[in-house]
T-cell receptor
Framework: KNEVEQSPQNLTAQEGEFITINCSYSVGISALHWLQQHPGGGIVSLFMLSSGKKKHGRLIATINIQEKHSSLHITASHPRDSAVYICAVRSGGTSYGKLTFGQGTILTVHP | EPEVTQTPSHQVTQMGQEVILRCVPISNHLYFYWYRQILGQKVEFLVSFYNNEISEKSEIFDDQFSVERPDGSNFTLKIRSTKLEDSAMYFC???????????????FGSGTRLTVV
């Protein structure tokens, strides 16, 4: 059974700050997902990683397979980035398999 | 961009009643999932479905739960006799058999908030 731990659990930042959210998992995986959940509850997929680094706009995700660790970075944070960020890992094949979720990081960005 | 559609967005039901939560996955996806999130807790896996049968299920997915793909487009989760502890947000998701974009198309619906009273 894979355990997924995120840190910090809560994060408060001022607009413009650089933000890092960390995720560690206990068992080898085929992929790691970073997800965003807004107050209404809907979940949006941000990244899927199996190695290296990906960038999309102000968001950067990295993964270190050997260390079983991933980070999500937000550059030049903005109040609209306020949301819950969730790390989830998958142990199935390249395009399928259940996700095991972390508990989420609540990010609040103040103007 | 293709979406996973869930209905209803909110359902209130009395304890002991049957509920059916509906999902329309992305049309070219082959793998379908149900997850739930009890308020304030992690999202938990319930069941995955492929080729018209359950491919994996969790301990939560007991005999009170069932899934069906009745017509090739809808994917439903039925709870036979709801309990208070079934109150949660239920998410449907689908993923593709072929690489579709940066996340292999793993896409979530917006959820159904089930309240059992």
């Amino acid at each position: 059974k894979n355990e997924v731990e995120q840190s910090p659990q809560n994060l408060t930042a001022q607009e413009g700050e650089f933000i890092t959210i960390n995720c560690s998992y206990s068992v080898g995986i085929s992929a790691l997902h970073w997800l965003q959940q807004h107050p209404g509850g809907g979940i949006v997929s941000l990244f899927m990683l199996s190695s290296g680094k990906k960038k999309h706009g102000r968001l950067i995700a990295t993964i270190n397979i050997q260390e079983k660790h991933s980070s999500l970075h937000i550059t030049a944070s903005h109040p609209r980035d306020s949301a819950v960020y969730i790390c989830a890992v998958r142990s199935g094949g390249t395009s399928y398999g259940k996700l095991t979720f972390g508990q989420g990081t609540i990010l609040t960005v103040h103007p | 961009e293709p979406e996973v559609t869930q209905t209803p967005s909110h359902q209130v039901t009395q304890m002991g009643q049957e509920v059916i939560l509906r999902c329309v996955p992305i049309s070219n996806h082959l793998y379908f999932y149900w997850y739930r999130q009890i308020l304030g807790q992690k999202v938990e896996f319930l069941v995955s479905f492929y080729n018209n049968e359950i491919s994996e299920k969790s301990e939560i997915f007991d005999d009170q739960f069932s899934v069906e793909r009745p017509d090739g487009s809808n994917f439903t989760l039925k709870i036979r006799s709801t309990k208070l502890e079934d109150s949660a947000m239920y998410f449907c998701a689908s993923s593709g058999g072929l690489r579709t974009g940066s996340n292999y198309g793993y896409t979530f619906g917006s959820g159904t908030r089930l309240t059992v009273v």
